[in-house]
């Protein structure tokens, strides 16, 4: 649809050389929120501190005991499930770190309109519930069909476009068992909080923030492909608007630090004082495990290795701690971070650009002052 | 201090006409977040959308039972307290509204840089905690004392001061019984979040959140008045930068409404159809009782009495619910809602501007599209 008067909806597009962050863009950021860095210290992030995006309105859902769950389309036998019928299946715990497909997108020039995230749109816990394959096994769905369609409560319109929020997943991806699709119904052992999907989401390891259906109202497994807006129109990698592009799928390697020292309150730089700092931080890839992190102080200039924790069991969908020692003298440094995976996959020093800004995983380094002992900042 | 090379920090002002929001801005606008609108249907807001504010870093406090608290100065036995100490005295829960002295900043025209809030940091919880007069009665605090410093374990630095988070109240609050100020340990009936202040924080009901100060170390009696620097240079209301201002205390009132219908995802307009819209709301004042709500469906040209929600016993300090029925044509709309408190404050249509940006309580209208029954938006 065209612009009208009165019409809420605008197409998306980049924003114009030094045009600051929009009326729209800062609703979104002030209502949406990333992990405070210094948070990355928590193995698993309080949900408080846990990234947070919200395409339209958290429902609001004051009666969990009254949701349903859907599993229809072509299957044998349609399920119509409540929470408890959802509990009498074998439950999974999975450690997952989740990050935004937007996340680095504010750092693009030029920026693509939409949420204005810099690097902080990330997280950790532990999610529990009833593995998806389960659910398809119960109702039997047909070997035969593609996608698996999960549609939430969340409701708004978006580029002209008036939908309930609705992704697919390739049905071998819905019925693999690694990773294991979950339908969780609990956060860090507690019930879903309402911005996390209360009282059910979906949780697919290893991929973008965008799989994983919050509000989650019905499985639908489907004999074609899903051309929903999602799916076709938004979460694909495009350069320019007619593409049809690639799709959003898994997480990029990303490694980023707890910002040392103290910060400014206004430009967020970083004061230490000389001697010794331990740069710490954690690093993940939702496409093959880290292999390495390494460390740079002079914007990427030069590179030393970081010591990464221990691969904990049963933790490849999270993100794994590392450590870098380091011992500025008086002066101003850039500090970043970089991260390797199996699959040989590494973070890039410049930007690949593409007009939604999904998977922007360029290092970022933070800015740090090292000021002379006993000096002021 | 002056602006030297590699000087973290930068002296507070207005933004430039037509200055987009910058660098530090959007850092600080990704990491603190306001309430989701949606989410004042909560009578009590759940800890993830509450609001967040944190001037420097979030502490990590991994071991809250090594925690101690001082209550020292012009005291006859100084306290040195665990948090099994504090939990020995009487404990009150009290539901609270609080509110950021910076809500509305980014609205004023110019913008004061700092948090660019629109209108939505605010939140309401249940503390539970010491009443802070029954600690200052235990250590003998002088009467003839003028101020109660309280210092937090964040530690940064601001216009070239470094320094840990600091603020003080006069005697005479401190010792208060209504309100009645609550040294927290808990939000909701579970410990405080690493970001609403672990394991302990300052509760002032009534006063904007810069007064309750988080992860709080020390309660010292002070026989002088207290001129740090978020007593003295911050938190006044000031037109020119060198008046010495009037300090920020109370909550100005304010009402606030769940935005109706559905979102445009990017520019946040609302989308409803015809016919009844039930408009619901909170109101709140920190000054004195919240007396009547009125609402505005043409921008401010007219207005309409809301129906209030009985008040609650014990509940003075925590905001009060709303309603107003709407029955809209298509069309569109500004619709927006004013409150008016005991004390006979209300609202203004227009802004009061000052250089920080504080307590701006002007109307803010949310714009809203009626479309036309089995129309697309």
Redesign the interface.
């Known amino acids: ?1 065209g612009q009208r ?6 197409p998306a597009r980049p924003a114009a050389p ?17 992990l ?4 990355l ?2 193995d698993v992030t ?5 990234y ?1 995006l ?5 429902p ?1 859902v004051p009666n969990a005991g009254a949701w349903r769950l859907a599993v229809d389309g072509q299957v044998c036998v349609p399920l119509d499930l409540s929470l408890a019928d959802l509990l009498s299946f074998p439950q999974v715990t999975t450690r997952v770190t989740l990050e935004c497909a937007g996340n680095g997108r ?1 750092l693009l020039t030029p920026r693509p ?2 949420q ?3 690097v ?1 749109a990330v997280g950790t816990a532990d999610w529990t519930g009833v593995p998806l394959r389960l659910l398809l096994a119960e109702a039997g769905a047909d070997p035969a069909a593609v996608d698996v369609v999960f549609t939430g409560a969340d ?6 476009i ?1 939908q309930d929020y609705r992704r697919a997943l390739p049905l071998a991806v819905a019925l693999g068992d690694d990773p294991q699709v979950l339908v969780a119904t609990a956060m860090n052992g507690a019930p879903l ?4 999907g209360r009282p059910l989401r979906l949780i697919v390891p290893g991929w973008y923030g965008m799989a994983h259906v919050k509000w989650l109202r019905s499985v639908t497994v489907s004999a074609r492909p899903f051309t929903g807006f999602q799916q076709t129109v938004a979460y694909r990698v495009r350069r320019a608007a007619d593409e049809e592009g690639e799709p959003v799928t898994r997480i990029a390697p990303r490694a980023l630090l707890v ?1 040392p020292g ?10 230490v004082r000389p001697g010794r700092v331990r740069l710490f931080g954690r690093a993940w890839s939702g496409q093959a495990p880290v292999s390495s992190v390494e460390v740079s102080t002079d914007s990427g200039a030069s590179w030393a290795p970081a010591v990464l924790a221990p691969a904990m069991d049963g933790q490849r969908w999270a993100w794994r701690g590392w450590h870098h020692d380091w011992a500025p003298a008086p ?2 440094y850039g500090v970043g971070a970089r991260a390797t995976d199996s699959a040989g996959s590494t973070q890039p020093l410049e930007q690949c650009w593409n007009r939604g800004g999904f998977a922007n995983n360029a290092v970022c380094f933070v800015q740090v ?1 090292c000021v002379g002992d006993g000096s ?2």
């Open positions: 649809m008067s009165g019409d809420p909806s605008t030094d045009e600051g962050i929009g009326a729209g863009e800062l609703t979104l950021a002030t209502r949406n929120h990333g405070p860095l210094e948070a210290r928590h309080p949900p408080g501190l846990h947070v919200t395409h339209y309105d958290i609001y504010a309109l939409g204005p995230w810099l902080e409701h708004g319109v978006e580029r002209g008036e909080p309402p911005q996390h910002p103290f910060p400014d309150f206004m430009s967020r730089t970083r004061v002066g101003e002052v002021s900042p």
